[in-house]
């Protein structure tokens, strides 16, 4: 099973043996970037806000970003033709897939490095791995939890990358809050598996998105409040909109336009160089250096997950078989 963001796995109908589409897997890369940049910026801008002030603006920026999209392609339309009932769980959705997933990867990003925030939050994919074989009695071969406890272990790495000590820079707050981020989008991805494939996934993606958006708010302005938006000055400012507009906005448009253009499983590699790229325009941006601990960690979770998602579910005699 590939994890998409948005929680959905869609199929291209692009026949077998066509030309590799180069601007797809162009559009992938400027995807990764913007997935990738949230996180060294949202590091920066929680130096002046509160994680539910930025959460908040993210999904609000976002989800009208991804609006006016739908206004522009004429998809918005698409609504009316869906049943109550999908319409209501798509809200639902957004419960776990955005106001849970943004509280929690915000509030890691306040206590912990954006590198060491962005691998964490990879381990979705073994979660869903784990909760599809209880929710979707979806097969767990014993050759996939070998490569999930290969990914564990590598998450366990990264944690404890300064050492196996709870003292010192140990901060279990932060990595545990990305750990439950990863978990909330797993649930929002195997809840939303069955309802994706009856619909147009970027329509259930924004009604998803606006109900984040709107519980978000809403828990912010009777916590928080706003006040703190008056103190960002410019640079901060085009941060939180590079954040929303970047990350959600643009990137989930151009996520789904190349869905169009190749098969999924071609571009779910792009997916895996997130956290790679979170590492490495952290390292220039916020100047965050790690052991050799965290790196081998990194490796171990994206190997993990690559080997889950491509060789997991191969059965002797039967290597197309999925679980």
């Known amino acids: 099973m590939n994890r998409m963001r948005g929680g959905m796995t869609p199929s291209s109908s692009k026949p077998a043996g066509e030309p590799v589409n180069r601007s797809a897997y162009l559009l992938m890369l400027i995807v990764t970037f913007f997935w990738a940049i949230g996180h060294p910026l949202g590091a920066l801008i929680l130096e002046v ?67 060491m925030n962005a691998v964490l939050v990879a381990t979705n994919v ?29 998450a366990v790495l990264v944690i404890f990358n300064q050492g196996f000590s709870f003292s010192g820079t140990f901060r279990p707050q932060g990595s545990l809050f990305s750990l439950a981020g990863a978990l909330s989008f797993s649930i929002y991805t195997v809840m939303g598996k069955q309802i994706l494939e009856r619909n147009e996934p970027i329509i259930i993606t924004t009604l998803s998105l606006f109900s984040g958006a709107v519980l978000l708010t809403i828990l912010t302005a009777f916590s928080t409040g706003f006040s703190d938006f008056s103190q960002l000055d410019g640079r901060t400012w085009t941060y939180v909109l590079i954040v929303g507009a970047g990350m959600i906005g643009l990137a989930y448009p151009l996520w789904f336009f190349a869905l169009k253009k190749v098969k999924a499983s071609h571009i779910a590699v792009f997916i895996y160089l997130t956290p790679v790229f979170a590492t490495v325009l952290s390292y220039f941006i916020l100047k965050e250096t790690f ?21 997991g579910d191969r059965v002797k005699g039967n290597p197309n078989l999925d679980g």
């Not at 074989?133 to 767990?140: G, R, Y």
């Not at 052991?291 to 060789?311: D, E, M, P």
């Open 291 to 311: 052991s050799w601990l965290f790196y081998l960690g990194t490796a171990c979770i994206l190997g993990g997950i690559i080997l889950i998602n491509t060789l």
């Open 49 to 115: 806000l509160h994680p539910f002030q930025l959460g908040a603006a993210n999904l609000v920026i976002g989800f009208f970003c991804v609006f006016i999209f739908l206004l522009a392609s004429g998809k918005i339309a698409l609504v009316k033709k869906m049943k109550k009932t999908d319409i209501l769980y798509s809200l639902l959705l957004g419960v776990f897939g955005f106001f849970v997933y943004n509280i929690c990867t915000f509030s890691a990003l306040a206590r912990i490095p954006a590198s």
């Open 126 to 154: 073994i979660f869903i791995t784990v909760i599809a074989a209880f929710v979707l009695k979806e097969k767990l071969y014993a050759r996939k939890v070998f490569f999930i406890l290969i990914a564990a272990g590598g």
